[in-house]
């Protein structure tokens, strides 16, 4: 069994006032980072695999429908294919749930990349090299050096 814990940040400016009001030196005690974990996972601030919604850019609670997109049920959309609800029954999505799925697209190609150190320790041995191989450790050390300047 694995102990690693997938889980991802997303920081909500409006809880910011609650998080400042934290005593440090309590919150490296056992219950209290306890405690502090589980009000992450309520304010929708961590998620993962143990979560099943999260908060999208105003404030709502959404849900990956099995389109794969994220829903929140608002009636806030002007079109007319959607009845104006935010929900997988007829397709679409309002613009705060878009932007968690666009946020989703670029934190899994994040994941994608594969680290450059992985290529250079195969090709101490290897005497030739492919060219997809050249150019799959090139756009990673790229990936690496945008990360490095964030």
């Known amino acids: 069994m694995s102990s690693d814990l997938d ?25 209290q980072l306890a405690q502090s974990w589980n009000e992450l996972i309520k304010d929708g ?11 999208n850019g105003v404030g709502v609670a959404a849900r990956k429908g099995h389109s794969g997109h994220y829903y929140c049920g608002l009636r806030v959309l002007s079109c007319a294919c959607c009845d104006g609800i935010c929900g997988p029954q007829r397709g679409c999505n309002c613009g705060a749930c878009q932007q968690l799925d666009q946020e989703e697209v ?12 992985q290529f250079l320790d195969r090709w101490e041995w290897a005497n030739t090299h492919s060219v997809k191989e050249l150019e799959a450790c090139v756009e990673s050390l790229a990936h690496e050096q945008r990360q490095l300047c964030e």
């Not at 601030?45 to 908060?55: C, K, N, P, R």
């Not at 670029?106 to 450059?116: G, L, M």
């Open 7 to 31: 889980f991802n940040i997303l920081t909500n400016s409006r809880f910011d006032a609650k998080w400042l009001k934290i005593d440090l030196q309590d919150a490296l005690k056992r219950q």
């Open 45 to 55: 601030e961590i998620y993962g695999d143990f979560s099943e919604t999260l908060l």
């Open 106 to 117: 670029s934190r899994a190609q994040t994941h994608k990349a594969q680290p450059s150190s």
